[in-house]
């Protein structure tokens, strides 16, 4: 049978607040049958599509203290109802996360990016979200929120499996705290898709510390390439403390490409993410060193 994807087929209850109190009450009520509804991007196709039929459908994007970007003293702070328009338009993205902000410009197209957030980007939990591989390479912690109080995870541990986290039914990601980067720092992204302003058919982030002509710290990961984002740390391992040159960046490039588990689906063939990942890694990482002041 054909889906008609104009129509929510399933019937639930709608409630929305302004109050996060009010949402974290209700998520204790409803447990696994609510679902919580940001900007409905992923959620809704879902629903459309048949895939998902809650009971209750909870709003939270009226919750005005979860949409902010703070740059604090040590750690730059994303509300997580914080649209991806917005965080595409923070001079300090811009400025200082370039791999964040090389990220949320590559999603979507503007009317997806103007009701898309943060926090459905994480909480879709898709091995292909776009924000997962900067925010995993700036090593971003999420606060995740209930009614029993405030725990913090990190990217790392939040993913896994697909469309799987350790998010608990009754919680919801508030905010997302990124660490400051050093002053010697750069970092990238880079994305294929099938046509441009779609979901990856792979994607890459990488971060680069430098100390003089060698590399104090370097943070990489892919996406789509795996059933979660995931990190490739023995090519981190080969460019840690080393000095930086063209031939090495390839080495490590290579060895990227040999950590991810990729499968064939319908954006891509494993043949095909096996081979472009050395190439966009290599781009990726020639430019977060540039970026960090690092020559080549
Ligand atoms: C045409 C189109 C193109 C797209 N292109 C891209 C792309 O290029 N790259 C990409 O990565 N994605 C893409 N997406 C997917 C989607 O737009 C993004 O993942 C977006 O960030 C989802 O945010 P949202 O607020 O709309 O999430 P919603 O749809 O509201 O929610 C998504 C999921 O996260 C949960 N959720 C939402 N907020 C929270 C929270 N605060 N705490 C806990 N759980 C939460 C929801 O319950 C749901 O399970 C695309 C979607 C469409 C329709």
């Known amino acids: 049978m054909e889906t008609n994807t104009k129509i929510l087929a399933c019937e639930y209850q709608y409630l929305e607040s302004s109050e996060l109190g009010q949402v974290l009450t209700w998520l204790e009520e409803y447990g696994e049958k609510a679902a919580v509804l940001a900007g409905g991007t992923d959620l809704l196709v879902k629903m459309k599509m048949g895939n998902l039929q809650p009971d209750c459908v909870i709003y939270i994007k009226k919750i005005a203290e979860l949409d902010y970007i703070k740059d604090d003293a040590d750690a730059l702070r994303i509300g997580a109802t914080t649209s991806l328009a917005t965080i595409e338009r923070n001079e300090v993205v811009k400025t200082y996360y370039s791999a964040l902000y090389e990220a949320v410009r590559s999603m979507a197209a503007v009317s997806i990016r103007n009701m898309g957030t943060i926090g459905g980007n994480l909480g879709n939990a898709s091995p292909a979200a776009d924000t997962a591989p900067p925010l995993l390479v700036y090593d971003a912690t999420l606060k995740l929120v209930s009614q029993q109080g405030e725990r913090l ?123 472009v990942s050395k190439v966009i890694l290599q781009e990726a990482l020639q430019a977060a060193w540039q970026r960090a002041g690092g020559a080549l």
Request: net charge positive.
């Open 153 to 275: 995870v990190p990217l790392n541990e939040f993913f896994v499996g697909p469309s799987q986290s350790v998010l608990k039914p009754n919680e919801i990601i508030a905010e997302i705290i990124i660490p400051k980067l050093g002053p010697d720092s750069g970092s990238s992204f880079l994305k294929l898709g099938r046509v441009s302003a779609d979901i990856a058919k792979i994607n890459v982030a990488v971060y680069m510390l430098r100390s003089g002509s060698k590399c104090e710290s370097c943070r990489i990961a892919f996406g789509s390439v795996a059933p979660t984002p995931i990190r490739v740390p023995q090519a981190e391992a080969m460019l840690n403390g080393k000095e930086i040159n063209e031939e090495l960046l390839g080495a490590a490039a290579q060895a990227g490409a040999a950590e991810i588990k990729p499968i064939t689906d319908n954006r891509s063939t494993k043949a095909y993410r096996q081979k």
